[in-house]
Nanobody, 123 residues
C-alpha cells in the first residue's frame, strides 16, 4: 500500500498550486483522506480532510479555510487545491488515508502516509 504525493514547488505569495495524492496497492474509495503539513522546526499539523465514498464531508483548518479545497475524483486520487498562498504555507505536505470513511482531524487517526511534497511560498 502506497500513497504518492506530488505537485509541490516554489510559488510566489498569492499564487496557486494543486497537490495530488495517488494511492496504489488497494482501493481507497471507502477511506477518509487527509492532508497534513510540517514546516521546519514545527510539528505536523492538520490541513484538510475529506470523507470516504462520495467525499461529501470536508473539513479545513482555520488558517486555510476559504483558500484551500480538498477533493477526490475516484478510488485512488485525492487533490488539494491551494489558492492565495502565503509564506506561512511553506511546508512539506503529506497525504494520509484512514481505514474508515468518517472525517478524521488527527494524524494518529490515519493508517497510511505518503512521502510528502515540498511547497515553498516566497514573499
Amino acid at each position: 500500500v502506497q500513497l504518492q504525493a506530488c505537485g509541490g514547488g516554489l510559488v510566489q505569495a498569492g499564487g496557486s498550486l494543486r497537490l495530488s495524492c495517488a494511492a496504489s496497492g488497494r482501493t481507497f474509495s471507502s477511506s477518509a483522506m487527509g492532508w497534513f503539513r510540517q514546516a521546519p522546526g514545527k510539528e505536523r499539523e492538520f490541513v484538510a480532510a475529506i470523507s470516504g465514498w462520495s467525499g461529501s464531508g470536508t473539513y479545513y483548518a482555520d488558517n486555510v479555510k476559504g483558500r484551500f479545497a480538498i477533493s477526490r475524483d475516484n478510488a485512488k486520487m485525492v487533490y488539494l487545491q491551494m489558492n492565495n498562498l502565503k509564506p506561512g504555507d511553506t511546508a512539506v505536505y503529506y497525504c494520509a488515508a484512514a481505514l474508515g470513511a468518517q472525517l478524521r482531524l488527527h494524524s494518529w487517526q490515519y493508517d497510511y502516509w505518503g512521502q510528502g511534497t515540498l511547497v515553498t511560498v516566497s514573499s
